[in-house]
């Protein structure tokens, strides 16, 4: 089994940035990739970022160039930079891991961009 817990959310104004960290725990060697979702209410969740174990990377075209995914393998940690956030990025953040045939989920973190 793969664990995640995610932490870094919070309220930051329009312009600002923050970082979310996955870190990850238990069967890590059997990860392939890993990623980001977010989710707003009433809608479907939305593929943010991916990384695979080579470090082959992808967005959603709405967070190119201001957000940044990586992975740190010696911490069993992934990361997402989240700079020039925007109001429309507010959401829950959720990090997923795949493994074994199989698909991971953390508990989500808050991201709110406000004035």
């Known amino acids: 089994q793969v664990h995640l817990v995610e932490s870094g959310g919070g309220l930051v104004q329009p312009g600002g940035s923050l970082r979310l960290t996955c870190a990850a725990s238990?069967?890590?060697?059997?990860?392939?990739?890993m990623g980001w979702y977010r989710q707003e209410p009433g809608k479907e969740r939305e593929l943010v970022a991916h990384?695979?174990?080579?470090?082959?990377?992808n967005y959603v075209d709405s967070v190119k160039g201001r957000f940044t995914i990586s992975r740190d393998n010696t911490k069993n940690t992934m990361y997402l930079q989240m700079n020039e956030l925007r109001p429309e990025d507010t959401a829950v953040y959720y990090c997923?891991?795949?493994?074994?045939?199989?698909?991971?989920w953390g508990q989500g973190t808050q991201v709110t961009v406000s004035s």
């Open positions: 997923y891991a795949l493994h074994s045939g199989r698909v991971r």
């Open positions: 238990g069967s890590v060697s059997s990860i392939v990739a």
């Open positions: 990384i695979t174990n080579e470090g082959r990377t």
